[in-house]
Nanobody, 124 residues
Framework: QVQLVESGGGLVQAGGSLRLSCAAS????????MGWFRQAPGKEREFVGA????????MYATSVKGRFTISRDNAKNTLYLQMNSLKPEDTAVYRC?????????????????WGQGTQVTVSS
């Protein structure tokens, strides 16, 4: 079992940057493949990116590739999402998620544990 708490959201102007964090409880954080998802008002939750248990592999949604970077520090039980060149369409609640297993996936149903989310608002 792992519990996840996101932080770092806020209001930023278009073109700006934010770094989100996801703090995980428990001593098995390194066993989990991690993902970031987001949900804008009136829209379905969508995949942002994922990172392997070791941090050696990542995958991203096309909409954020080249602008967002996922990383993790297993010693600190923390997942990160560095967001650069932010756009108004990046406005959403961002949630981290964890799944046991080595396979990275964009499928929501494959993730077992979710954080509550942190709001990111990008003004134009």
């Amino acid at each position: 079992q792992v519990q996840l708490v996101e932080s770092g959201g806020g209001l930023v102007q278009a073109g700006g940057s934010l770094r989100l964090s996801c703090a995980a409880s428990g001593r098995t954080f390194g066993s989990y493949t991690m993902g970031w998802f987001r949900q804008a008002p009136g829209k379905e939750r969508e995949f942002v990116g994922a990172i392997s248990w070791s941090g050696g592999s990542t995958m991203y949604a096309t909409s954020v590739k080249g602008r967002f970077t996922i990383s993790r520090d297993n010693a600190k039980n923390t997942l990160y999402l560095q967001m650069n060149s932010l756009k108004p369409e990046d406005t959403a609640v961002y949630r981290c998620a964890a799944r046991l297993g080595v396979l990275m996936t964009s499928l929501l149903s494959q993730y077992d544990h979710w954080g509550q989310g942190t709001q990111v608002t990008v003004s134009s």
